[in-house]
């Protein structure tokens, strides 16, 4: 059976690393370009060295290219500011987007959480690397209880965040918030990350803050778990650090500023979960669990749409 072909524009860290996972992983997707713009990077380079088609050229590039008629899915692993151009430039030619940036242009996919939801849209966003780890455990508590607020810290190697990453500060973490409230069922959400410049670099560490009311312990910790695994299914190096934990807050706290000036009443409480993401180690070391779940959540995507598009043409 023939597989669904794929270009890849961006050949920094996201873009090499993907490419490798479409050679050695992928079922149903086959990498047809990588697409860069500095004719010396090392992911172009390696690219050729694999037998992979190369473009340097940028998007437009991918446009002249003679296989684009036969290319159906282009991940974007460029930056936020870059994928508006790509996509208003691609956006005549039908073809299947998904964005690994932070521009939101689609709709926010986390695949744990809503990888059928939209399919169907012609640019999908993964949201950012802080959101695929975090927000899946957001949306396991809320689906067992109401959260007033949720709050996410992303810490990751200085050493595994590209020129993309460092220059999508500021969309990180307004798009990372909208995700929380969007897909992870939270009624506020805030978001932050950490490049830790520690040597040697640290794997990617991620916490989870939410607030909720008189919660059943048993099974938010069940529903947490469950998520977990669900997510360790594509992300094998995703892990909870320690124990789901519960503090009841003093009646005293006032959690207005966090709640959108709403006081909430007695018996709420803070859960608290610890994640650790460590990376498959395809093109970066294992430190860089922050690339790693980007890739396999984007190519968990591309493989559902092309499972998709091949049950509808045997109709």
Known sequence: MSR??????????????????????AENVEIAVLVGIDPASDGLARARR??????????????????????????????AKAHVANEEALRPYGKRLIDLTPAAIGPYVVPAVNLDEHLGAPDVNMVTCGGQATIPIVAAISAVTPVHYAEIVASIASKSAGPGTRANIDEFTETTSEAIEKVGGAEHGKAIIVLNPA??????????????????????????????????????GYRLKQDVQFTELDDAESVATLTGGVEKGPGLWKVSVFLEVEGAAHYLPAYAGNLDIMTSAALQVAERIAQNTTLEAAR
Do not use: C, W
């Open 4 to 25: 669904t072909k794929a270009a890849v524009i961006g050949s920094g860290n996201i873009g090499t690393d993907l490419v490798i996972k479409l050679k050695r992983i």
């Open 50 to 79: 694999m037998g992979i088609s190369t473009v340097d050229s940028g998007v437009q590039g991918l446009i002249d290219h003679p296989d684009f008629a036969d290319i159906d899915i282009i991940f974007d692993s460029t930056s």
């Open 199 to 236: 040597e040697p670099p640290l794997i990617m560490r991620d916490t989870v803050l939410a607030l909720v009311s008189n919660p059943d312990q048993d099974e938010v910790r069940a529903s947490i778990l469950a998520m977990v695994f669900k997510v360790s299914s594509y992300v094998p």
